[in-house]
């Protein structure tokens, strides 16, 4: 592909591509836009604030198609300067260099691979500038011009950009909004689960949705033919997360279905539904793809155009799965990293990376430190650590230019137990970056450094391998692991732990140190050590569960998800598992076929576990707590620990071990977060009581209206005083209130009653038999203690087996985790439900509640009605 540079100045004319000829490429004739322009400046003097571009994006309301011309030809709008906000930031990024390029390659052809390094503008430009360019609105006319009569949507305008993680998500959005100038909603905005900020003018107004890939999935389950978007910008592809896997071979689908309404490129669509053939694809699914393709062409629908967007990407996988894409490599800036290893494998990494930041603080040159750390807890624990160490040191040891020897707060953040553990010591700002992290909190590591403030330490887990963008930063300190799922077929059993990092991964963390200048790149592990990890990270799509991913597609009219279209295919064995799970549970029948009880808790955005356990509640009178459970589950970290285990100061952590005592419930963690969540609402009307009339009405209307309560209520001092973290329990009502729309709105669909105030009595005896109807395919029961010898029975010697179970499913050996509410009791109970497993050192369950064996005749595995 040849660039044409672009000095940010000059003025564009306008790139005249022929389409034709590209294998799979559109074959739209389109108009010159002469003639739109001055259309559009009247509406500019419309939406003055709301759409700012240079192109023909706002065209969308003209009351005129332009007639499709017999020879072939697309004219992408000039790309003039940038207009917006940031224009200077913007005109600086790499892409900035290809964008008129970027746009010929989109209006060309159907897929377009972009590979360029994380902080190139990828995505946060990419979208806007297909946007500005009016090509989708083109393309939707070019499609409806040949239908008798108009239809009622603008279906094909919008794009839809995926990420594999939320809060990537919910930034970008923001970013591009006050990038394009408009308010979060209008022509930008973010739909990931519970959180929805688009199309706040109206239905379909929003243009770049950046969406969860998640989200989109579960669009498609509604619509499969993905109707309102022109293109589907999946970002983030090299890290292969479950559902864009399954989003590839979805837009795929939708793609042929598109294509074949829009022209007829039969050579091309053929090559895009290579498993077109009836003899691959059971009659059932045939059928589907032909009643997709009548629908796309009744409502004439544009060609669905695809970009797949990576930091690195196995490109040879993706031109087999979409033959005939075009790609455009974009080179980054990259300084040399020097490489570093540990002579001797480190047993401790979190004790390795915390030396290892000492030193680089003392003797190293100025510039940032970012630290690669597993999961949440340890960065929290280095965090602490760091604190201290920084905070102990002597005046003299203290950097030059640094703060006093205090603990600043940060400006906004200030010492709410919610602050997390950025904090600035002795001149050193400490910030942690990981996915449960409140969006606002994670700012604070990108942000540009505060006064005083000489060095800036980031500890994250992998969310900065590639996902976002920290400049500044000269040392990268490599732990070598990540957090992952994984999953044995032959146990069913999926659990979260702690592994190897890929070469690949290892790469990327070392290229952050060399984004402004030369860096260093310190890998806590010996060079050997490295020479073994695996050359790439497995997908996730091979080492999960599948039930969510199989009832998605079921849900999606995928008769047969053996045959679907994965870029790589899961294990058959695999698939098998799932059936069996999702038959277990009611949601397919011996035909493999979806039934209403499936069809139901496909609309809920849960695990089938969970959405399985939601449905029941009904039967057991008990929705109203359930869906309190529910949610509860759904916000993470709710219970704030502070500290960590570099804690021994201020006993802090045993005065939050304390607090959160107070709600344990002996049943177990389901109850215990009930009860939480209980108090907290029963507090919060309390303050609102409290509050002056005015005040006091509008806080209870945000309480009626379950809209989600004020911040008062958030960081009221019984928040404090409990160490519960009020943004999560925010989050868990907010999850809450979107569950009971969900569960009254499908009641409305289905004649199926489901009343959310149905509540148990004060024994909460059905409430158990529910989590345990719910759960039941996750029972644990207690191993018998060994028989004691006397000798150690005479010495006191307590049974080592007290809190060790075994697993029903796949019989595996477990421990209760130590931070459930259950951990150490004596005695433990017979037996458990549990809401996952969880790897570290030994496997965990988690999420723990006591139920009664006998309850458990009732569901017998594979056998629910
Ligand atoms: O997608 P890619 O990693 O190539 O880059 P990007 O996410 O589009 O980021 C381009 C630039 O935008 C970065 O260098 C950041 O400075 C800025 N950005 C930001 O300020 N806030 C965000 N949420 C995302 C990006």
């Not at 047993?347 to 970012?370: H, M, N, R, S, W």
């Not at 985790?817 to 050192?841: E, I, M, Q, W």
Request: hydrophobic letters at 35%; proline letters at 5%.
């Amino acid at each position: 592909v040849t660039t044409s540079p672009d000095d940010g100045n000059t003025k564009h004319l306008p790139t005249e591509i022929t389409a034709s000829t590209t294998p799979g490429g559109s074959s739209t004739g389109l108009d010159s836009t002469g003639k739109k322009k001055s259309k559009k400046k009247k509406k500019k003097k419309k939406h003055k604030k709301s759409i700012i571009d240079n192109g023909s994006a706002d065209s969308d309301e003209d009351s005129k198609s332009p007639q499709p011309k017999s020879k072939s030809k697309i004219i992408v709008p000039a790309q003039g300067p940038l207009k917006g906000m940031l224009i200077k930031e913007r005109t600086n990024l790499p892409v900035y260099q290809h964008r008129a390029e970027i746009c010929k390659l989109a209006a060309d052809n159907d897929v377009i691979l972009v590979v360029a390094e994380t902080g190139s503008g990828k995505s946060t430009q990419i979208p806007a500038y297909i946007y500005q360019s009016g090509m989708l609105t083109i393309f939707a006319k070019q499609a409806i011009a040949a239908l008798k009569s108009r239809p009622k949507r603008k279906y094909g305008r919008t794009i839809c950009v995926t990420q594999p993680r939320r809060v990537a998500a919910i930034t970008l959005a923001k970013r591009v909004c006050d990038e394009l100038g408009c308010n979060p909603g209008e022509t930008v905005g973010h739909r990931v689960r519970f959180d929805d900020t688009t199309d706040v003018r109206g239905h379909d107004t929003t243009k770049i949705i950046y969406a969860t890939d998640g989200m989109l999935l579960r669009e498609a389950i509604s619509d499969p033919l993905l109707q309102r978007y022109g293109m589907v910008v999946l970002d983030e592809a090299h890290e292969r997360s479950l559902q864009t896997d399954v989003l590839f071979g979805v837009v795929k689908r939708a793609m042929a279905a598109r294509q074949a309404s829009s022209s007829s490129n039969v050579d091309s669509l053929a090559k895009l539904d290579d498993s077109n053939d009836d003899e691959s694809h059971s009659d059932k699914d045939s059928e589907t793809l032909r009643n997709m393709r009548e629908m796309a062409t009744s409502l004439g629908l544009p060609p669905l155009k695809v970009c797949v967007m990576s930091a690195t990407l196995d490109v040879e996988t993706f031109q087999n799965f979409f033959p005939g894409s075009a790609m455009i490599k974009i080179p980054g800036r990259q300084f040399p990293v020097q490489l570093a290893y540990t002579d001797v494998p480190q047993e401790d990494y979190l004790d390795a990376a915390l030396k290892t930041a000492i030193q680089i603080q003392k003797y190293g040159e100025e510039g940032d430190v970012l630290i690669f750390l597993p999961g949440q807890d340890e960065i929290e624990d280095l965090a602490t650590l760091l604190k201290r160490h920084f905070e102990d040191l002597e005046p003299d040891d203290a950097p030059e230019n640094g703060a006093n020897n205090i603990v600043q707060n940060i400006k906004g953040i200030g010492t709410s137990i919610d602050s997390g553990s950025t904090v600035m010591v002795n001149g050193v700002l400490i910030c942690v970056l990981y996915a449960a992290l409140p969006p606002e909190q994670q700012m604070l590591a990108f942000r540009s450094k505060p006064d005083g403030c000489t060095r800036k330490i980031i500890i994250s887990t992998n969310i900065a391998e590639t996902s976002v963008t920290l400049d500044g930063i000269k040392y990268v300190v490599d732990c070598g692991k990540h957090k992952s799922r994984e999953y044995v077929s032959s146990t069913g059993m999926e659990s979260l732990g702690v592994v190897d990092i890929s070469k690949a991964q290892a790469a990327q963390r070392m290229g952050r140190a060399g984004r402004v200048s030369e860096g260093v790149c310190l890998r806590l592990y010996p060079e050997v050590a490295f020479d073994s990890l695996e050359e790439t990270t497995v997908p996730e799509i091979l080492r999960v569960n599948l039930a969510q991913v199989v009832l998605q597609l079921k849900g999606m009219g995928v008769h047969d998800p053996r045959s679907f279209s994965f870029l790589t295919p899961p294990s058959p064995e695999n698939i098998e598992k799932s059936f069996e799970l999702l038959g277990a549970l009611g949601a397919i029948d011996e035909e493999m076929k979806l039934t209403s009880y499936g069809k139901e808790m496909s609309k809920l955005p849960l695990d089938p576990v969970f959405a399985h356990l939601l449905l029941q509640s009904s039967k057991f009178e008990c929705v109203d707590e359930i869906l309190t459970v529910v949610s509860m589950l759904s916000a993470e970290n709710i219970f704030f620990r502070p500290g960590g285990r570099g804690d021994d100061s201020g006993g802090l952590a045993a005065k939050s071990a304390a607090a959160h005592r107070r709600f344990a419930s002996h049943e177990g963690d389901l109850p215990t977060l009930l009860n939480v969540y209980k108090a907290w609402r029963k507090e919060a009307i309390y303050i609102s009581a409290s509050q002056p009339s005015k005040m006091r009405k509008k806080l209870e209307k945000e309480m009626i209206n379950k809209k989600g309560p004020s911040s008062k209520m958030l960081h009221g001092d019984w928040c404090k005083q409990n160490f519960i973290s009020g943004r999560a329990l925010a989050r868990a009502h907010d999850v809450r209130s979107q569950l009971s729309e969900l569960c009254v709105r499908s009641a409305e669909k289905n004649g199926l009653a489901m009343d959310i105030h149905l509540s148990c009595n004060a024994e909460m005896t059905s409430f158990f038999q529910c989590i345990c109807a719910g759960l039941f395919l996750q029972v644990a029961t207690r191993l018998p203690a060994p028989p004691q010898d006397k000798k150690s029975s005479r010495a006191g010697h307590i049974p080592t087996t007290r809190g060790h179970y075994k697993t029903r499913q796949g019989k595996q050996s477990v421990s209760i985790h130590p931070l459930s509410f259950l951990f150490g009791r004596n005695p433990a109970p017979k037996c458990v439900v549990y809401t996952d497993l969880l790897y570290t050192s030994k496997l965990y369950i988690r999420g723990v509640t006591q139920i009664r064996e006998e309850w458990l005749d009732d569901f017998e595995f594979g056998s629910l009605d």
